[in-house]
């Protein structure tokens, strides 16, 4: 398997995620937006337990972390812009996580009757969900950068 390959069968899933975030930051925050906040609660609580057993959310994120350890360790960093690519992938990974986690719990423990409080926290949401989906899809321009 030649590394071009490789790095096109690890860049494929790593797009396909973005995708997924692009959307979701988008769209079903455009619509997490027009709900009232009761509404928003319930809303992101059900997408939020969804999500964590989703096998295509699991799947398209996992096989770029899994691909990375053997391409590293096959090819090493050789392809400054690919790897430059994967290391920003793992940024905003680890940036969502950061962000966006600890937004799902609070919103799970607000009372559905406090207004601010889950505005506020929408509006948090929305920022962390815009900053996973700048990252992302910065990171699939850098590894597509790498084939030119």
Excluded at 32 to 59: C, Q, V, W
Aim: charged residues 15%; hydrophobic residues 55%; glycine residues 4%.
């Amino acid at each position: 398997m030649t590394q071009t390959l490789v790095e096109i069968l690890l860049l494929v899933p790593t797009a396909l995620c973005a995708g997924f975030v692009i959307f979701l930051a988008g769209v079903i925050q455009r619509v997490m937006n027009d709900l009232d906040e009761a509404t928003f609660k319930r809303f992101l609580t059900m997408l939020h337990t969804r999500a964590l057993r989703s096998p295509y959310a699991i799947g398209v994120s996992s096989i770029t972390f899994v691909g990375m350890v053997p391409y590293f360790i096959y090819y090493g960093f050789s392809n400054r812009w690919f790897t430059a690519g994967l290391v920003l992938w793992v940024i905003a990974s680890i940036v969502s996580k950061a962000t966006a986690l600890p937004i799902y719990a609070r919103v799970d423990a607000i009372e559905s009757s406090d207004v601010s409080r889950l505005k506020e926290e929408r509006r948090k949401l929305q920022i962390a969900n815009i900053l996973r989906a700048t990252l992302s899809f910065a990171s699939v321009v850098l590894m597509v950068i790498g084939f030119v």
